[in-house]
């Protein structure tokens, strides 16, 4: 099993940045492949980006290429992902998940992870 914090979310003006963290516990976080996912009020959960184990392959959405980026430190069991040029529609549930230690790359799925994060809000003001 491997339990998930996320942390980090808040209120950001338009153009301002937050950067979360996902804790991660149970067995070594190095064996797993990790995403990001968000979910806006009445819309489905979407993929944001996703990370290797090794953090060498890093996925990003197109909507926050260039904007978001995803990162791991695996001395601290901890995946990030930092968001800069925050827009509106930026604002959502954010959510990390792990994908199973067999896979060693990310995926844009969700039904590719195993475990989740119980998720922290972020709301970008106009």
């Known amino acids: 099993q491997v339990q998930l914090v996320e942390s980090g979310g808040g209120l950001v003006q338009a153009g301002g940045s937050l950067r979360l963290s996902c804790a991660a516990s149970g067995r070594t976080f190095s064996n797993n492949a990790m995403g990001w996912f968000r979910q806006a009020p009445g819309k489905e959960r979407d993929f944001v980006a996703a990370i290797s184990k090794g953090g060498l392959t890093t996925t990003q959405a197109d909507s926050v290429k260039g904007r978001f980026t995803i990162s791991r430190d695996n001395a601290k069991n901890t995946v990030y992902l930092q968001m800069n040029s925050l827009k509106p529609e930026d604002t959502a549930v954010y959510y990390c998940?792990?994908?199973?230690?067999?896979?060693?790359?990310?995926?844009?799925?969700?039904?590719?992870?195993?475990?989740w994060g119980q998720g922290t809000q972020v709301t970008v003001s106009s």
């Open positions: 998940a792990a994908r199973s230690s067999v896979y060693g790359l990310g995926s844009l799925r969700q039904d590719a992870y195993d475990y």
